[in-house]
């Protein structure tokens, strides 16, 4: 559809409506709100293939929110209450990313087969509360988090559109109102259809570097097609980059932040690795593990993280000053098969709440990892083309 740009405010928009459009700026103030959803529209619709304006419009007119059980305050808010009050009673600094709804599997609507829809939703509800750019174009400018079936939807559109063609012909481009498992390569679809930099790790052992960790739907280790190489474009495109390929990664002082991990040589082995990666991940390589602040907001998005049949969100990690010298590291996760009450009222009464919400290293016990995380900005034109194909970056484990 061709689009010209409003002489006053330059916004893109369908020259069918150019006139109409420009004529507002004279009238009304709310015409403002319906031209920005008209551009979402137009946005959203360029580049497609099948998919055009008309249903795109439908859809976002048509979609609902997501159902979830609204924990006032935050859920976030209160585990850093919790780990606040911990680190009275030991040496440790937790960072943690912002503002997350939980999204918990419902029975009789997702039980077994919707973890990853729901982590897409905890994902979704950060950024759509911290992040502005990503707020204007998720979901057609909506500004809440659609439920299962009409985030389905997006999907197909964005297969429609030419993203991730193995995972398209996979489902055979269907998969609206079916119960079919995904992983993160469709999470990584869904947001990369709106323009999101979301970005793709590999972690396991080196034979598995062919393979994919969770092809759509199906087990691990069924191959698919070798990945193309990766753009190097982000800061955690340049750590992860330099981290491929190598066997046993020895971190120093310097690049784990003046810490060592529980490995008494100085070298991360196996699941360590991930765990090193989540902590310069959120840290951002610039908050020390002996930092005077104990629990510090990053502005960092959680991580879908993925393994052999579950998925989860990470929300944060928390490093442990032990007696030895060593550091203990513990990731912080939220698990939809919880129920968000138990976990709101555990965190509330500081009680019971670590068996929800941590998981050290040593429960990493599947031979393969998955995460996405997601950069900030939006992507357009030829790098809008190129996140069509889900690259991922492969460290061994």
């Known amino acids: 559809m061709e689009s010209s740009a409003c ?6 928009v369908p020259s069918s409506e150019l006139q109409r459009h420009a004529n507002s700026h004279f009238g009304d103030e709310d015409e403002e709100a319906k031209d920005l959803e008209l551009a979402n529209q137009n ?26 059980y609204h924990v006032k305050d935050g ?44 982590n897409i939703q905890m994902l979704s509800s950060h950024l759509l509360a911290h992040r502005q ?27 429609e559109r030419g993203f991730d063609p193995p995972g398209a012909q996979h489902f055979n481009c269907k998969i609206y109102g079916s119960n079919h498992r995904i992983g993160t390569t469709e ?46 474009s982000g800061p955690m495109d340049r750590y992860v980059h330099q981290q491929q390929g190598l066997k046993k990664r020895r971190h120093s002082r310097e690049a784990l932040c003046n810490g060592r991990s529980d490995n008494p040589e100085g070298k991360s082995e196996g699941p360590q690795i991930l765990v090193d990666w989540v902590w310069n991940y959120f840290s951002d390589k ?25 998925s989860r969100t990470i929300v944060g ?12 590291f513990t990731l912080l996760i939220l698990d939809p098969s919880d129920g968000t009450i138990a ?44 996140l069509k194909t889900i690259n991922s970056i492969f460290i061994e484990l």
């Open 7 to 12: 002489p006053f405010c330059h916004l893109s």
């Open 43 to 68: 946005q959203i619709a360029s580049s497609s293939g099948s998919t055009d304006v008309d249903s795109i419009s439908s859809l976002i007119a048509l979609q609902t929110r997501g159902n979830f």
């Open 75 to 118: 859920l976030i808010s209160l585990l850093r209450n919790c780990l606040e009050l911990e680190t009275q009673h030991s040496s440790s600094v937790t960072i943690l990313s912002g503002y997350v709804d939980h999204f918990q599997s419902l029975p009789s609507v997702d039980v077994g087969w919707g973890c990853g829809w729901r």
């Open 133 to 159: 750019e990503a707020r204007q174009v998720l979901f057609g400018g909506s500004g809440f988090v659609p439920d299962i079936a009409f985030l389905q939807r997006w999907l197909e559109i964005a297969w």
């Open 187 to 232: 999470c990584a679809s869904l947001f990369r259809s709106f323009g999101l930099r979301a970005r793709v790790v590999d972690f396991g052992p080196k034979e598995s570097q062919p393979f994919y960790l969770s092809v759509p739907g199906s087990t691990l280790g069924q191959p698919v097609n070798k990945r193309n190489k990766i753009q190097v």
């Open 286 to 310: 610039v908050l020390t593990i002996s930092g005077s602040r104990r629990v510090v907001v990053s502005d960092r998005a959680p991580l879908y993280f993925q393994h052999d049949g579950h």
């Open 317 to 328: 990690i928390q490093v442990e000053h032990q007696k030895n010298g060593m550091h203990r």
């Open 343 to 386: 976990l709101e009222r555990s965190l509330k009464k500081n009680v019971g709440w670590q068996k929800l919400v941590k998981r050290g290293v040593h429960t990493l016990k599947k031979p393969q990892y998955q995460l996405c995380y997601i950069d900030p900005g939006i992507a357009s034109g030829e790098e809008l083309k190129e």
